[in-house]
């Protein structure tokens, strides 16, 4: 059974830094775009970056452009989202996502990542 697993979230200061980590397993997601998506309480969930399966081509939500940083290894099955001058409007619950195209077809669990000011 194909099964994505976030991990990485938690609780951090303004200004800092997380990693989040995507681990694939039951089936290879080489093929597939993947992508990171955050939803925080009473809002609908957004995407936030995206990379394309060859990891040649990646894009990002307007409001983490030049703070978030998507990547990929295709040997170890693993996403990554690295997190800098983390804001108290990146509190959510972050999933990770295989996507064709620009839709979801397999989702994480989520991870948590609170952001105090």
């Known amino acids: 059974q194909a099964q994505l697993v976030e991990s990485g979230g938690g609780l951090v200061q303004a200004g800092g830094s997380l990693r989040l980590s995507c681990a694939a397993s039951g089936r290879t997601f080489s093929g597939y775009d993947m992508g990171w998506f955050r939803q925080a309480p009473g809002k609908e969930r957004e995407f936030v970056a995206g990379m394309r399966w060859s990891g040649g081509s990646t894009n990002y939500a307007d409001s983490v452009k030049g703070r978030f940083t998507i990547s990929r290894d295709n040997a170890k099955n693993t996403v990554y989202l690295q997190m800098n001058s983390l804001k108290p409007e990146d509190t959510a619950v972050y999933y990770c996502?295989?996507?064709?195209?620009?839709?979801?077809?397999?989702w994480g669990q989520g991870t948590q990542v609170t952001v105090s000011s």
């Open positions: 996502a295989a996507m064709v195209g620009l839709t979801p077809v397999y």
